[in-house]
């Protein structure tokens, strides 16, 4: 429970939402909120009780960015109207205006320019009704073919890897509450205790099992505090690590040979390949001990039941599609997927980083993760909206690449909703001036972002609490988020948002929808015999049932939570080795000798446009860090807490610094939630996963020097 500052001049309640979802993190915990005493003169905050509600996945725990959520809801800082620039400013205006202005100029641009001139930038936090209506609208309402998201910096490799390996992708192929029964658990790349806490129990649960945790970092983070084993990994290395950890166990005889010859392809080549990996030469480029990966690798390769996980740590590199795949390896190698216990899971970060890259915001996606490069996908696609296939446009770029093609000039005008790219992209500088190049940039948020007061037409838009929709967690489960208060000031839901834009365009026949429910019985249909099917799943399943697991092709099935338990899904029914070892990335030189790798803490989210308009979050963490070991911050001169700057080949920032033993002495940390000079992407580098095009966030060469005069 959580109240604000306390005021008991008026005890009659004003809000009371009885149910709604956390807006931060996948696990998409159930909530109430209450308002048990509105602000009255000279006090500026209200007294709410937040208490978590009882669900599958969090059963009913909170953590202290859900507990305080309802404060960004609040914040005096919300955009509550149009804003318009006039000579430089902007400054109020109304929805009329604002929708003929969009109209006018995206006509305008496109006449002279074509249909591809105009992007459409995403976010993993949306809902699947305005995801889903997003590719839709781009599509058919713009007519262009650039559309992209920021889960492409979030999910993209897991994802990619998943589809690869096993022939779909879904975050967990296993249900939350199979995780106490593993008998070994690897956390590569991850740091659940902050990033998804809610979560935790069930690892600790295992840990009182007898379960043994791997935790593989560069860090001793919190989650590194209750595993058994910590590997720490040199940044850039992950994919080196677990083939010198899948050589041990076949070294060992600890490999599945029933399961492999049932059930999967490739693992012959896998084999030969291994032959020539020199497991001291690797755990030497690991920075790990091989005594340790031994340990490590026997472990997993003993156990009955095992599960991996991975997230952003291993992801957000520029080989993070294959690094998730050498894990996968051991996965396969081991058998260890399709039964209770067992799996691999890609956990996810964003609210709905599952169902946000299902239904069509991805530049390459059709909805149901139907291809939009297949003649029969844009087929059925076209038929479901009653257009031509012929006029759906082809496939874009990603999200990085958006933005290259804005700095370009190839596009000239960008409709933003629910990201902050100014922030979150890497190669910050070139993001910044494209934008500033833009002909016309519209961004549709709460709060007025860094990216927003670039623009020269911002939209507001309600708040989780305020709007529906459906959201799908980190294991797959569709979950329904009612409307719990009503749209305060002129601020509309982003779909309703899009349908006006639509309409102004000549398009509004198309995009007749009267509630969220109705674009979701579209989405249904849209992803009926897709991978990603939802056609069983209704507004009415997900109240009675507390939500439903994808696939779900019928209203008389009930979704599947264990994945792969008979078949996986290519079209033979096996899943697939990844031969080749990888030596990783290694870029660090006498010039730039460390190792610059980012992430987030527990107190903020993101980009921290929410929240730090949470004012007991944003007091945790006023300003960003770099997290150094003790002998690195010697050899460079660096006092604790005193500002730094960081600098790489394309560029600096500057914050404190923060000295810590827990970290590895060739690398430094620095959260991501900062933008303007405290922004850690200022100095990230522009490189793209050959295959799915993720940024390589999480590897930099950098120096670092202190920035007093004496």
């Known amino acids: 429970m959580m109240m604000d500052a306390v005021n008991t001049d008026q005890a009659k309640s004003r809000l009371y939402v009885k149910e709604t979802q956390c807006p931060y993190c996948s696990v998409q915990c159930k909530m109430s909120v209450e308002e048990l005493a509105a602000p009255v003169a000279g006090q500026k905050v209200a007294e709410y009780m937040v208490q978590g509600v009882p669900n599958k996945a969090s059963q009913g725990r909170l953590c202290v960015k859900g507990m305080n ?64 209506l997003l590719g839709k609208f781009t599509r058919v309402a713009l007519g262009s073919k650039y559309i992209d998201y920021n889960g492409r910096f979030c999910m993209s490799a897991a994802a990619s890897a998943g589809s690869k390996v096993f022939g779909m992708d879904r975050g967990l192929t296993f249900p939350l509450s199979d995780i106490p029964k593993a008998a070994c658990i690897i956390l590569a790349g991850t740091n659940v205790a902050e990033c998804q806490p809610t979560l935790l129990p069930y690892f600790n649960e295992a840990k009182e099992n007898g379960t043994f945790i791997i935790v593989i970092d560069p860090r001793k983070t919190a989650t590194a505090a209750i595993a058994d084993l910590h590997l720490q990994v040199k940044p850039g290395k992950d994919a080196l690590l677990a083939d010198a950890m899948l050589k041990v166990i076949m070294d060992a005889g600890l490999a599945d040979s029933g399961f492999v010859q049932k059930r999967t392809t490739g693992y012959e080549q896998l084999v030969q390949e291994m032959e020539s990996l020199n497991l001291e030469q690797a755990a030497k480029a690991c920075g790990v001990e091989l005594d340790l990966i031994r340990q490590a690798a026997m472990a997993y390769g003993e156990a009955h039941t095992g599960m991996i996980m991975t997230a952003r740590g291993v992801e957000q590199q520029t080989d993070g599609h294959m690094a998730v795949r050498h894990f996968l390896n051991m996965v396969l190698a081991t058998g260890k997927i399709g039964r209770t216990g067992c799996g691999y899971g890609a956990i996810t970060g964003q609210g709905n980083g599952q169902g946000g890259r299902e239904h069509g915001q991805k530049a390459d996606q059709l909805p149901g993760y139907r291809s939009i490069e297949s003649e029969e996908d844009r087929a059925y696609i076209a038929s479901v909206w009653g257009v031509d296939p012929t006029l759906l446009p082809g496939k874009g770029v990603s999200a990085y690449e958006m933005m290259e093609r804005i700095y370009e000039q190839d596009i000239r005008a960008l409709l933003v909703i629910g990201s902050n790219p100014i922030v979150s992209n890497p190669n910050v500088s070139l993001v910044e001036e494209g934008l500033r190049k833009l002909d016309f940039l519209v961004v549709a948020d709460m709060f007025l972002s860094e990216t927003a007061r670039l623009a020269d037409l911002v939209l507001p838009v309600t708040a989780y609490m305020e709007n529906e929709g459906t959201l799908t967690n980190l294991e797959g489960r569709v979950l329904l988020r009612e409307q719990g208060r009503s749209a305060p000031g002129e601020t509309l839901d982003d779909w309703d948002i899009l349908c006006r834009i639509a309409e102004k365009l000549g398009k509004g026949s198309l995009f007749q929808y009267a509630k969220a429910e109705d674009i979701f019985n579209e989405l249904r249909i849209a992803s009926r015999g897709g991978v990603a099917d939802y056609y069983g799943i209704t507004y009415e399943r997900l109240r009675n049932e507390q939500g439903v697991y994808w696939p779900c092709p019928s209203l008389d099935e009930q979704g599947e939570g264990m994945l792969f338990h008979e078949r996986f899904a290519h079209v033979d029914g096996k899943a697939m080795f990844t031969p080749g070892a990888s030596q990783g990335w290694d870029d660090v030189s006498e010039a730039f000798p460390l190792i610059l790798t980012n992430g987030r803490i527990l107190a903020h989210y993101l980009t921290g446009v929410q929240t730090r308009r949470s004012p007991a979050l944003a007091a945790r963490e006023l300003e960003n860090f770099v997290e150094l070991h003790p002998s690195t911050a010697a050899r460079h001169r660096i006092r604790d807490g005193e500002w730094v700057e960081v600098q790489s080949a394309y560029g600096s920032f500057t914050v404190r610094s923060r000295i810590k033993a827990s970290i590895r002495e060739d690398t430094l940390f620095v959260p991501m939630h900062w933008g303007g000079m405290q922004n850690v992407n200022r100095a990230t580098r522009p490189d793209l996963d050959p295959f799915c095009r993720m940024p390589g966030f999480k590897t930099a060469a950098v120096k670092i020097q202190p920035l007093r005069l004496v």
């Open 69 to 132: 959520a309802h404060q960004q809801v609040f914040s005096s800082e919300r955009l509550m109207y149009p804003l318009i620039r006039r000579q430089g400013e902007l400054e109020p205006c109304s929805w009329d205006e604002a929708m003929q202005t969009i109209a006018d100029r995206l006509q305008q641009l496109q006449t002279t320019y074509g249909s591809d001139t105009v992007g459409v930038y995403g976010g993993g936090s949306l809902t699947n009704e305005t995801a889903y």
